[in-house]
T-cell receptor, first 114, second 116 residues
Framework: DAKTTQPNSMESNEEEPVHLPCNHS???????IHWYRQLPSQGPEYVIH???SNVNNRMASLAIAEDRKSSTLILHRATLRDAAVYYCILRGDAGGTSYGKLTFGQGTILTVHP | GAGVSQSPSNKVTEKGKDVELRCDPI?????LYWYRQSLGQGLEFLIYFQGNSAPDKSGLPSDRFSAERTGGSVSTLTIQRTQQEDSAVYLCASSSRASGGTDTQYFGPGTRLTVL
């Protein structure tokens, strides 16, 4: 499976933007970039995904580098509820070893200060 | 709407006993996944079902672990002869279909298993 690298932890202040980086230098052309987050004492929840173009949804934005070797999850205005572990995950096509399952790394622990 | 539900929410058992953990996926979701999360190992994949068949069982840690799914809906994860290292939160997820790139997995709240 292609690997991702994320910082262990990041901190932000409430109502400020947060940029969570992810490196995936061995990404293949058909790998999608997914982000999930896990709030304390809850199961993970989907945040966003993309392939090549930048993506926006109600939760966040995903900025993907032109060479696709890195991406950044952007929370436009952090709230205390956004404090969680954020996971960057690559998911490939049918037949690949990453098909179906999610392979979680250590993720980034985001702390949001009031 | 109803999300993924799991039962029990907490289970305490004695070493050597068998346990069954249940997952009710979102209605209509054909793919179902089991993961576990422990302090030492992070979040790890166990098995997934497409319908009632399990194309990928690669994450089951030993033959003490088994899972089944009936009627394309409810799934049961069974751990026989539990050991202390089986203590973890067992998470279930479902998606409308198993795919590589674009499906979204919806997770349940988990079952916290403690083996004394």
């Amino acid at each position: 499976d292609a690997k991702t690298t994320q910082p262990n932890s990041m901190e932000s202040n409430e109502e400020e933007p947060v940029h969570l980086p992810c490196n995936h230098s061995t990404i293949s052309g058909t790998d999608y970039i997914h982000w999930y987050r896990q709030l304390p004492s809850q199961g993970p929840e989907y945040v966003i995904h993309g392939l090549t173009s930048n993506v926006n949804n109600r939760m966040a934005s995903l900025a993907i580098a032109e060479d696709r070797k890195s991406s950044t999850l952007i929370l436009h205005r952090a709230t205390l509820r956004d404090a969680a572990v954020y996971y960057c995950i690559l998911r490939g096509d049918a037949g690949g070893t990453s098909y179906g399952k999610l392979t979680f790394g250590q993720g980034t622990i985001l702390t949001v200060h009031p | 709407g109803a999300g993924v539900s799991q039962s029990p929410s907490n289970k305490v058992t004695e070493k050597g006993k068998d346990v069954e953990l249940r997952c009710d996926p979102i209605s209509g979701h054909t793919a179902l996944y089991w993961y576990r999360q422990s302090l030492g190992q992070g979040l790890e994949f166990l098995i997934y079902f497409q319908g009632n068949s399990a194309p990928d069982k690669s994450g089951l840690p030993s033959d003490r672990f088994s899972a089944e799914r009936t009627g394309g809906s409810v799934s049961t994860l069974t751990i026989q002869r539990t050991q202390q290292e089986d203590s973890a939160v067992y998470l279930c997820a479902s998606s409308s279909r198993a795919s590589g790139g674009t499906d979204t997995q919806y997770f349940g709240p988990g079952t916290r298993l403690t083996v004394l």
